[in-house]
């Protein structure tokens, strides 16, 4: 399986609104929620009036487009960096999967994925 490397360095935030996101970003998932609306975004472009804010990510995501009948991408890549001590930041979308970690692990945590067979690009 590929994964494809983000040039981007990332911010996982809190905001208090929607209105506070620049929707003309290339890249930013919004989760919301009856508690909260977290945004992941390029750490230039993050806005300013988070109210909590989580800098220093970096991310890659599963190349190609996966049909929803896989099982177990996310949860091996998971468990591959969870052995090597390794957090994630998971997000998903209709298309991939994306899996954010501390920049100062990134090198590590591919390092481990090519290991254990992944492809990175």
Not at 77 to 98: C, H, P, R
Request: hydrophobic letters at 40%.
């Amino acid at each position: 399986m590929k994964l494809q490397q983000l040039n981007y360095d990332l911010t996982v935030c809190k905001v208090q609104s929607v209105s506070d996101i620049n929707f003309e970003n290339d890249f930013y998932f919004i989760g919301r929620t009856d508690e909260e609306i977290s945004l992941v975004c390029e750490s230039a472009k993050t806005p300013k009036n988070t109210t909590e804010r989580d800098d220093g990510w970096k991310a890659f995501r599963i190349s190609g487009i996966l049909d929803f009948s896989l099982i177990g991408i996310l949860s091996n890549i998971s468990q591959i960096l969870a052995a090597n001590k390794i957090g994630i930041f998971a997000v998903s979308t209709f298309n991939t999967d994306y899996i954010l970690v501390k920049k100062k692990n990134f090198s590590q945590a591919i390092d481990a994925l090519k290991s254990a067979g992944y492809e990175i690009e």
